[in-house]
Nanobody, 115 residues
Framework: QVQLVESGGGLVQPGGSLTLSCAAS????????LGWYRRAPGKQRELVAA???????NYADSVKGRFTISRDNAKNMVYLQMNSLKPEDTAVYYC?????????WGRGTQVTVSS
């Protein structure tokens, strides 16, 4: 059974930082592409950042220079370091694992950026 479990969300002030974590089980972790997506209220889900099985990274333009995705294959973990957070980063953040068009999703973690 595949499970992706996100943690680390919360309330943070503008300009602050958060690190999201995603623990994966039930997959051969190192072979999967991993990503963080988000869905803001009233908007569609969008890709925030992704890291391939070969550790190549990709970021949405809106987060470039502020967010960093990383993976630890030994621990079956993927992280999203978020700095200089803005109110428009408020969303539910989802962890995704993808391989050969098969996708698994976590349940999400809420990130709220507000003063």
């Amino acid at each position: 059974q595949v499970q992706l479990v996100e943690s680390g969300g919360g309330l943070v002030q503008p300009g602050g930082s958060l690190t999201l974590s995603c623990a994966a089980s039930g997959i051969t972790f190192s072979l999967w592409n991993l990503g963080w997506y988000r869905r803001a209220p009233g908007k569609q889900r969008e890709l925030v950042a992704a890291v391939t099985s070969g550790s190549k990274t990709n970021y949405a333009d809106s987060v470039k220079g502020r967010f960093t995705i990383s993976r630890d294959n030994a621990k079956n973990m993927v992280y999203l370091q978020m700095n200089s957070l803005k109110p428009e980063d408020t969303a539910v953040y989802y962890c995704n694992a993808e391989s050969w068009s098969t996708n698994f999703w976590g349940r999400g973690t809420q990130v709220t950026v507000s003063s």
